[in-house]
């Protein structure tokens, strides 16, 4: 079974408007963490915000912030005030801690599009 | 501080040669986890080591194989290349510490097979 989804493929947003994009993961590991990720045509991930299961508090990182809902297993990415630059895909990740190391799974990811 | 390097940015090879791809992670940094990515499969965990040992393995054939120097540099290694190993590789590192959640990736090596 699919450990991370996002299930949308593709998704445009208007310049300077808010965007979600959707995660939800499956786990039986009580403690995990989880990750979202830019990747622009570069190639070069980069990490943009983290949420542990057990903290109580949806993560933000300035313009970036993690909708988590525990007892639906989502972690929705939410950018506000879009800028072209987020032009990019968005991968969600996990880390079960009961995976000795440090593996993320990653889902397929969200290919965001912003339009002037 | 300088980040995670991956050398080289660009490989091509022919199928049945064997390639060696290079990462070096973030001073202190002593994990670093190689991921594949392609279009058909997304990203996928190769394996994870941790001061020179091998911590986890992704499912992928014996022809993928990896190693840690003492100054945590990591090398991964694909012998017998196939068409299929088309793909960027990217390489991670991490404090792997208990408040230090963060990997950080490099800028990944684009290996083409022909």
């Known amino acids: 079974a699919q450990k991370i989804t996002q299930t949308q493929p593709g998704m445009f947003v208007q310049e300077k408007e808010a965007v979600t994009l959707d995660c939800t993961y499956d786990t039986s590991d009580p403690s995990y963490g989880l990750f979202w990720y830019k990747q622009p045509s570069s190639g070069e991930m980069i990490f943009l915000i983290y949420q542990g299961s057990y903290d109580q508090q949806n993560a933000t990182e300035g313009r970036y912030s993690l909708n988590f809902q525990k007892a639906r297993k989502s972690a929705n990415l939410v950018i506000s005030a879009s800028q072209l630059g987020d032009s990019a895909m968005y991968f969600c990740a996990m880390r079960e801690v009961s995976n000795a190391g440090n593996m993320l799974t990653f889902g397929g990811g969200t290919r965001l599009m912003v339009k002037p | 501080k300088a980040g995670v390097t991956q050398t080289p940015r660009y490989l091509i090879k022919t199928r049945g040669q064997q390639v060696t791809l290079s990462c070096s992670p973030i001073?202190?940094?002593?994990?670093v986890s190689w991921y594949q990515q392609t279009p058909g499969q997304g990203l996928q965990f190769l394996f994870e080591y941790f001061s020179e040992t091998q911590r986890n393995k992704g499912n992928f054939p014996g022809r993928f194989s990896g190693r840690q120097f003492s100054n945590s540099r990591s090398e991964m290694n694909v012998s017998t290349l196939e068409l299929g190993d088309s793909a960027l590789y990217l390489c991670?590192?991490?404090?792997?510490?208990?408040?230090?959640?963060?990997?950080?990736f490099g800028p990944g090596t684009r290996l083409t097979v022909t």
């Open positions: 991670a590192s991490s404090l792997l510490a208990v408040d230090s959640y963060e990997q950080y």
């Open positions: 001073s202190g940094h002593r994990s």
